[in-house]
């Protein structure tokens, strides 16, 4: 079965610091990796999401991916965090091969600190 | 608003009591999932519908848990004889499919319902 893991509980960095989220994935074949943001008491906002081609995905907000099928990782980054980026941040992945679902990881809280 | 919604937000019931949840869904999408979500913790998936098919429940919809797609648009979840590890909240997502041209697997999601069992 996919699965993803998320390492770390919670990031802290520094406003204007480089930020980065750690994920990494298991699955029998191809993955399709996802990442969405969630803010206190509200649903999942999609981030974004590798599919297929350029390891390096462009997102929502200012963030980025980057697949590493080597690493089995997709590591979520933003070059300047923002205070408005403290939130709680999952990972993804679903197996192409007909399971539809979507795993997730346990989250990571990202504080910002001014 | 065009994104998918859920109603109630919150429910507070007592232990025993039944409760239902309602999605609708992005309209012109054909997916609709359900997922539970427990604090400290990521989504967990609890079934999911093609129209009004329901195609996979996890093991943890027991069978106190029933979901219904009827007309192929919005979905209810009902819970019977709430207990309290029932609390948590329950996120609904759909998505578009892409048929032929293989799945996006872009799931939106609604703001949640939070239920309270005491």
């Known amino acids: 079965a996919q699965s993803v893991a998320q390492p770390e509980d919670q990031v802290n960095v520094a406003e204007g610091n480089p930020l980065t989220v750690k994920c990494t994935y298991s699955?029998?074949?191809?993955?399709?990796l996802f990442w969405y943001v969630q803010y206190p008491n509200r649903g999942l906002q999609f981030l974004l999401k590798?599919?297929?081609?350029?390891?390096l995905v462009k997102g929502s907000y200012g963030f980025e991916a980057e697949f590493n099928k080597s690493q089995t990782s997709f590591h979520l980054k933003k070059p300047s965090a923002l205070v408005s980026d403290s939130a709680l941040y999952f990972c993804?992945?679903?197996?192409?091969?007909?399971?539809?679902?979507?795993?997730f990881g346990k989250g990571n809280q990202v504080v910002v600190i001014p | 608003d065009t994104g998918v919604s859920q109603d109630p937000r919150h429910k507070i019931t007592k232990r025993g009591q039944n409760v239902t949840f309602r999605c609708d869904p992005i309209s012109e999408h054909n997916r609709l999932y359900w997922y539970r979500q427990t604090l400290g913790q990521g989504p967990e998936f609890l079934t999911y519908?093609?129209?009004?098919?329901?195609?996979?429940k996890s093991r943890l919809l027991s069978d106190r848990f029933s979901a219904e797609r009827p007309k192929g648009s919005f979905s209810t979840l009902e819970i019977q004889r709430t207990e309290q590890g029932d609390s948590a909240m329950y996120l609904c997502?759909?998505?578009?499919?892409?048929?032929?041209?293989?799945?996006?697997?872009?799931?939106?999601f609604g703001e949640g319902s939070r239920l309270t069992v005491l």
């Open positions: 519908f093609q129209n009004e098919a329901q195609l996979e």
């Open positions: 699955v029998s074949g191809n993955p399709y």
């Open positions: 997502a759909s998505s578009e499919y892409g048929g032929g041209t293989g799945q996006t697997g872009e799931l939106f």
């Open positions: 993804a992945v679903r197996d192409i091969y007909g399971n539809n679902r979507l795993a």
């Open positions: 590798y599919i297929t081609g350029d390891n």
